[in-house]
């Protein structure tokens, strides 16, 4: 037998029911066992029930479902609400505000107006380079590599003894030596 769905086994169960009712009569013996006819209608029978119970409980299930969304969105909304007011009534108070579950608000930080042109640019040029700005017909028609120019910036270095002199020599001290370690000999440490 395939993987019938639970009303093709329902009907399929009840009509052996019936069938074993209206044909058979003594004991049977199917698969090793040994069956009356009502105890063999039996197993048959509690399948059906079983069926039946979980149908029932799936729908009893997705009637509970909806009544959890239901009671969570209305929850939702209050504390939302509800979170205005204690933000309202205790501050930004850590701890009181933890008592309640809520969080402080983040400190919102402002972009300057050459930051956020800045983004923008970067963005559009993103989007160029990688085709995000085409049209399905016309990303088709892209091949081949992109290439990208990058600017490479010297980083200027100063060893760690010319550092020490310098700053040594800014503050009118005088410059300590360098051992055969690399350190200053007068840091102290």
């Known amino acids: 037998m395939a993987s019938p769905n639970k009303p093709t086994l329902k009907a399929l169960f009840t009509s052996v029911v019936a069938g074993i009712k209206k044909h058979l009569s003594g004991k049977l013996t199917i698969g090793g066992v040994t069956y009356t006819p009502v105890t063999l209608a039996a197993v048959f029978m509690t399948a059906v029930k079983a069926i039946q119970t979980a149908d029932s409980s799936h729908t009893q299930w997705l009637d509970d479902v909806k009544a959890m969304e239901k009671a969570v969105a209305q929850a939702d909304a209050v504390f939302k ?92 001290q005088p410059a300590p030596t360098a051992t055969s370690n690399g350190k200053p000999s007068g840091s102290g440490s």
């Open 81 to 172: 609400a509800f979170k205005q007011f204690v933000l309202g009534q205790f501050g930004t108070n850590q701890t009181t505000l933890a008592d309640f579950g809520i969080e402080a608000p983040k400190p919102t930080t402002n972009v300057s107006s050459a930051t956020k042109a800045a983004a923008a640019v970067k963005g559009a040029a993103t989007k160029e380079v990688r085709g995000t700005n085409l049209g399905k017909k016309q990303k088709k028609s892209l091949k081949g590599n992109v290439q990208v120019s990058v600017t490479a910036v010297p980083v200027v270095t100063t060893p760690v003894a010319a550092a020490v002199a310098t700053n040594a020599a800014n503050a009118g």
